[in-house]
């Protein structure tokens, strides 16, 4: 309805999440190989709520970008989500770094994560259950002219591709409460068994 898709930059892999099943992750991202969007208004979340939502398939320990949002060469009014060593990591900055951080992830598996900004708290849930906030970053503004959306690299440094598999990315300007970020795993868990039909 909005109309504003992401752009597909060089070349990315759809494959399969399970033998078998509808659904698809994309991988295979590089520097020259990612989805944008180009800036959007729509994101321009300001100071108040707002969540990202998303399942990953790491596949190596390290940093990494799985998205990021910001103007080309800067880190302000930015949020991202990272892996780094072995955990993700939800990151609001503007100067000050506000970071959520999960609990570490399994390698060649299928995680859901949900970042949120709720009340001016940062929150991080890993398949379904909260593993992480960071109070406070209710105070960065991020509203950010100009600013683009990544998916499978960095934006402010252009580089930090995400070395596995994304699928089934979604931001909203509303933050879904606990009860239904759990129920919303629980819906989106059977998409990734062998066979499942979406």
């Keep these: 309805v909005n109309n504003k898709p992401l752009v597909v930059n060089g070349t990315i892999t759809r494959t399969a999440v399970a033998t078998g099943s509808e659904l698809v992750g994309y991988s295979g991202f590089s520097t020259s190989n990612y989805l944008e969007q180009p800036y959007n208004a729509g994101l321009d979340f300001g100071t108040g709520d707002f969540s990202v939502m998303c399942w990953v398939k790491p596949v190596a320990n390290g940093n990494r970008y799985i998205l990021e949002r910001t103007v080309e060469g800067l880190t302000a009014n930015r949020f991202a989500i990272e892996s780094s060593g072995s955990v993700f990591k939800f990151n609001i900055q503007a100067g000050t770094a506000y970071i959520a951080e999960s ?19 940062s929150n991080f849930y890993m398949n379904g259950k909260l593993v992480g906030t960071a109070a ?37 300007a509303t933050a879904p409460s606990a009860a239904q970020i759990a129920k919303i795993y629980r819906d989106e868990l059977p998409l990734f068994q062998d066979g499942a039909a979406c």
Excluded: E, F, H
């Excluded at 934006?155 to 070395?163: E, L, N």
């Design 103 to 121: 609990s570490p992830y399994a390698l060649g598996v299928w995680s859901m994560i949900v970042a949120q900004r709720v009340g001016g708290v």
């Design 136 to 172: 406070s970053s209710g105070t960065v503004n991020l509203t950010n002219v100009g600013a683009k959306l990544a998916i499978g690299k960095s934006i402010s440094s252009g580089s930090a591709a995400y070395d596995g598999s994304i699928s089934m990315v979604r931001i909203s």
